[in-house]
């Protein structure tokens, strides 16, 4: 089968956050083989897809997989998933997925973009857990626990600059929530084309920092949209690769937008 590798939430090769895509003839296989092709893939995440029946309501079945273990949502492997189906001609318009998550929908634009539509991050506040500073690097203003679905600790910070700094001990982070940290802040000024500023660390899913993560962005959508007063906003994940995330509260709901672009292309000889 092919197997390719898109760097999605970026419109530039080698930037954004790669995943691997296999759409799959029939259904899964079984979860060993899932698990070794992405530990072999070893990218923050890999999808496998598979056709639906006509008639029900999804198209295509949606699964995700870090090197060490599935997870529940995934935004920039749906995104990667939605631009193969897209670009290969093997879906045309909006693409319902079947997931763990419920039913998501990827939309494409003419500029080659993909809204996704995501369930909005449920946030909590929280009191910040005994040494979550320490092992961050960085005192928090502010802690939210963002639901089942994303699984992470949301940490506000004092200022961009506090959260391009981080060094966080990530094997310590670990103890702090499902999967890991979300630390942002407030960009420095409107001029920077951006909103606000996050990084993620997921040492429990074995991705010490993930390039840019579209879950994370159904927390920091409602997070961010409380303070700055506007429902559609501009994310920047600052990693080493980085990307911009168009986000847009619609309540229940979330929308994620972006590009992606497909890097690699080969065949699965497993």
């Given at each position: 089968?092919?197997?390719?590798?898109?760097?999605?939430f970026t419109d530039r090769p080698f930037?954004?956050?790669?995943?691997?895509?296999?759409?799959?003839?029939?259904?899964?296989?079984?979860?060993?083989?899932?698990?070794?092709?992405?530990?072999?893939?070893?990218?923050?995440?890999?999808?496998?897809?598979?056709?639906?029946?006509?008639?029900?309501?999804?198209?295509?079945?949606?699964?995700?997989?870090?090197?060490?273990?599935?997870?529940?949502?995934?935004?920039?492997?749906?995104?990667?998933?939605?631009?193969?189906?897209?670009?290969?001609?093997?879906?045309?318009?909006?693409?319902?997925?079947?997931?763990?998550?419920?039913?998501?929908?990827?939309?494409?634009?003419?500029?080659?973009?993909?809204?996704?539509?995501?369930?909005?991050?449920?946030?909590?506040?929280?009191?910040?857990?005994?040494?979550?500073?320490?092992?961050?690097?960085?005192?928090?203003?502010?802690?939210?626990?963002?639901?089942?679905?994303?699984?992470?600790?949301?940490?506000?910070?004092?200022?961009?600059?506090?959260?391009?700094?981080?060094?966080?001990?990530?094997?310590?982070?670990?103890?702090?929530?499902?999967?890991?940290?979300?630390?942002?802040?407030?960009?420095?000024?409107?001029?920077?084309?951006?909103?606000?500023?996050?990084?993620?660390?997921?040492?429990?899913?074995?991705?010490?920092?993930?390039?840019?993560?579209?879950?994370?962005?159904?927390?920091?959508?409602?997070?961010?949209?409380?303070?700055?007063?506007?429902?559609?906003?501009?994310?920047?994940?600052?990693?080493?690769?980085?990307?911009?995330?168009?986000?847009?509260?619609?309540?229940?709901?979330?929308?994620?937008?972006?590009?992606?672009?497909?890097?690699?292309?080969?065949?699965?000889?497993?």
């Open positions: 089968m092919r197997i390719r590798i898109v760097d999605a930037a954004g956050n790669p995943a691997g895509v296999l759409l799959l003839d029939d259904v899964f296989p079984d979860d060993d083989w899932l698990q070794n092709v992405a530990m072999e893939v070893n990218h923050a995440e890999t999808a496998f897809a598979h056709r639906l029946p006509g008639g029900g309501e999804a198209d295509w079945a949606l699964r995700w997989f870090t090197p060490a273990a599935e997870v529940a949502m995934c935004g920039h492997a749906t995104l990667a998933t939605a631009h193969v189906l897209h670009t290969t001609g093997a879906h045309e318009g909006p693409v319902r997925f079947a997931t763990r998550s419920g039913v998501l929908i990827a939309t494409p634009a003419a500029d080659g973009s993909v809204t996704l539509d995501f369930p909005t991050a449920p946030l909590t506040r929280v009191a910040a857990p005994a040494g979550a500073a320490e092992a961050l690097g960085a005192e928090p203003a502010a802690a939210f626990d963002t639901g089942p679905n994303v699984g992470d600790l949301l940490v506000e910070l004092a200022d961009e600059k506090t959260v391009l700094g981080l060094s966080p001990d990530h094997r310590a982070l670990g103890a702090h929530s499902a999967r890991g940290i979300i630390a942002t802040a407030r960009a420095d000024g409107p001029a920077r084309g951006y909103d606000f500023v996050s990084r993620c660390f997921f040492p429990n899913v074995g991705i010490d920092e993930d390039p840019v993560t579209g879950s994370a962005h159904t927390a920091l959508a409602p997070h961010w949209a409380a303070r700055i007063g506007r429902d559609d906003l501009t994310g920047l994940q600052a990693s080493r690769r980085s990307g911009l995330v168009r986000v847009g509260l619609r309540g229940a709901r979330t929308l994620l937008t972006g590009h992606a672009v497909t890097v690699i292309e080969g065949e699965l000889r497993a």
